[in-house]
């Protein structure tokens, strides 16, 4: 029996479409009325609404494939273009309209160059963007740190997703990054792959290469689960989580599962804990309370924890003080602008605090951008990050 289509949301989208595109029609008429401009600007963005809503029925039966992939991220490219081309001409056309003067040719023009710049930058964001690796240092100061972990580094990288590369040299370029740090610890939080365990298994012999003098540990994230899938059975979704977990030992990474380790240096000690996923929505099931258990409160602590959520509503006011929690989970959505003092993602609608460092009560919070991508196969302005941390010792 065919399965029944539902078409309302294809009209909506449909209408919407048809209402956007006339608009910037109705722009780039103002720069040229040449006929031959109103049949060609149809066509392509007809064949590209239809090669969505294509792609969409195929997903049910094909999964995303190359076909949707394609059809759904030119539909994006175009959308948020001309969604900026709207937004920088609508308000003068408002103006206009209750002045009654005629459209600023110049205006237009530059709408129509900001339109060019974001196609170009999206398009850089796919092809180059999500391999154009960056270090963020942060030096942190506190009054509790053993003397001895005073200028203690420790790399950080979060969310891989290794699902989604397609690229063993950007891959690689990464990992040389990471490398070059020489840091005393390095930390992975979270999100190795996007569903199922095999997806890391091209990827174990880039990422066993990381070493570090205090040893690699890692965390499990909401997408290491399985969660977004269908299995054939429970038993093979909980078998899939226990191959990832081996595959972390073939990483050469510890996997912290609610526990914590002790680090010793010159006989001083700090702890690193790490806990299963707690984020809101996305399923709390880290233990925190039993990955401190037999810890001491005078005790130096680090926390791995894939959701910053769990920051907000568990760590920061813990009554056990967790100098450091290292997160990621949320990619900064890989879209949005980060320069000229402007910080800014769409993701901040859904995170107060979205990347990097947060404070509260000498507590802090660093929020690693993500080294991977997943659903959009790109970044623009959100680059992916690692992570650099010096602790620093305030003496009294």
């Not at 910053?308 to 920061?316: A, G, I, R």
């Not at 859904?350 to 991508?373: M, P, Q, S, T």
């Amino acid at each position: 029996m065919k399965r029944k289509i539902n078409v309302l949301p294809f009209a909506v989208i449909s209408i919407l479409f048809f209402l956007i595109n006339s608009y910037v029609l109705s722009g780039i008429h103002t720069l040229s009325m040449n006929p031959i401009i109103t049949p060609i600007f149809w066509i392509i963005t007809t064949l590209i609404l239809l090669a969505l809503i294509y792609a969409i029925q195929r997903m049910r039966d094909n999964g995303m494939d190359m076909l949707f992939k394609i059809a759904t991220h030119v539909f994006l490219v175009l959308f948020v273009a001309e969604l900026v081309f709207i937004l920088l001409l609508l308000p003068p056309d408002l103006y206009r309209l209750i002045a009654k003067t005629p459209r600023n040719i110049y205006w237009v023009q530059f709408a129509m160059i900001m339109f060019i710049l974001t196609v170009t930058l999206f398009v850089y964001g796919i092809v180059k963007g999500k391999y154009a690796y960056r270090v963020i240092k942060h030096t942190l100061y506190f009054k509790d740190l053993p003397k001895s972990f005073d200028g203690f580094t420790i790399t950080q990288i979060s969310d891989v997703h290794a699902g989604s590369f397609k690229s063993p040299k950007g891959v690689q370029r990464g990992i040389d990054l990471i490398k070059a740090q020489n840091s005393d610890l390095f930390v992975f939080t979270g999100d190795l792959v996007n569903n199922k365990a095999e997806e890391i298994e091209p990827w174990i012999n880039y990422f066993s290469q990381i070493k570090a003098p205090y040893g690699q540990f890692s965390i499990l994230g909401n997408h290491d689960y399985g969660d977004y899938i269908k299995w054939d059975s429970e038993a093979a979704k909980r078998a899939n989580l226990q191959q990832l977990k081996l595959h972390h030992a073939e990483l050469g990474f510890r996997l912290l599962l609610d526990e914590h380790i002790e680090l010793y240096k010159n006989g001083e000690k700090i702890i690193l804990a790490g806990v299963e996923n707690w984020g809101i929505g996305f399923g709390e099931r880290g233990d925190l309370k039993k990955a401190l258990s037999d810890t001491n409160p005078s005790d130096f602590k680090i926390l791995l924890s894939h959701d910053p959520t769990h920051w907000d509503n568990e760590v920061k006011d813990h009554p056990t003080k967790i100098a450091l929690t290292l997160s990621g989970h949320t990619h900064g959505m890989q879209f949005g602008i980060e320069a000229l003092g402007i910080k800014w993602s769409p993701v901040k609608y859904r995170y107060a605090h979205w990347a990097g460092i947060a404070e509260k009560n000498g507590r802090f919070l660093n929020i690693n951008r993500g080294f991977g991508f997943l659903g959009f196969s790109g970044r623009v302005g959100i680059w992916p990050e690692i992570t650099v941390i010096e602790l620093k010792r305030i003496d009294n």
